[in-house]
């Protein structure tokens, strides 16, 4: 079943523990924190003492979602906060066997992402050393903007790459997922969604967990 990760950009952050707290009761399975350093992305958002707070009042996984350039400086300290999973961007280097293992060596989950414009091909030689590949179907920056409709092609393929090789490997995806979007990114074979503005924005969050998961 789809695996749901609100991402806390989209929350409101001075009510941060009952956000949380709202989204473990509508039955959120993650939570995404998205890590903006203002160089990788036109936007600064937050950094491990936010994690380690998480940590503290919530048992939602910690999915924590690096976009930032040199994302090794930060690895330590975001799994002494407590994260769970750590996702860097391709695009901070092609070749990212050793940040994997930096990762591992923490005793993290590793994950990596790939910005809209990035050829699917950029990843799919390091798969079978993640445990999760993060499609982005927005350009980083700001939660609130519009699926981009391409990710599902590409989507698919990458589904058909971790399948045809049976990797053990989740396709997550982040950008614009939505009630209407949502059915036909997981007709593309995507695990886990994340959704910032959608999911905080909505009156019945339990509601529409309930239907992706129904979906
Ligand atoms: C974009 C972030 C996303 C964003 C998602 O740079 O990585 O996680 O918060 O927000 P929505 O779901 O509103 O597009
Ligand atoms: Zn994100």
Not at 119 to 146: C, I, K, R, T
Request: hydrophobic residues 45%.
């Amino acid at each position: 079943m789809t695996k749901i990760a609100p991402s806390i950009l989209s929350a409101d952050f001075a009510r941060m523990g009952e956000e949380v707290k709202s989204a473990k009761a509508a039955g959120a399975d993650w939570l995404h924190i998205d890590v903006m350093d203002g160089h990788f992305c036109p936007n600064l958002t937050m950094g491990p003492d936010m994690v380690k707070a998480l940590k503290k009042s919530s048992d939602l996984f910690l999915d924590v979602h690096l976009m930032v350039t040199n994302p090794e400086n930060f690895f330590e300290s975001f799994a002494k906060a407590g994260a769970d999973l750590l996702v860097f961007h391709i695009e901070t280097d092609p070749d990212p066997t050793d940040k994997i293992k930096m990762i591992r060596d923490l005793g993290c989950r590793a994950g990596l992402s790939l910005n809209p414009d990035k050829p699917v091909s950029a990843v799919l030689p390091y798969l079978e050393q993640v445990d999760l590949v993060l499609l982005m179907s927005v350009f980083p920056g700001y939660s609130g903007q519009s699926f981009i409709p391409e990710s599902l092609e590409r989507a698919a393929e990458i589904r058909s790459f971790i399948d045809e090789h049976k990797l053990d490997c989740a396709l997550e995806i982040d950008g614009g997922v939505s009630r209407t979007t949502a059915p036909d990114i997981i007709k593309a074979g995507v695990d886990i969604v994340v959704m910032g503005s959608a999911f905080f924005g909505d009156d019945d969050r339990t509601g529409i967990v309930r239907y992706i998961k129904s979906l």
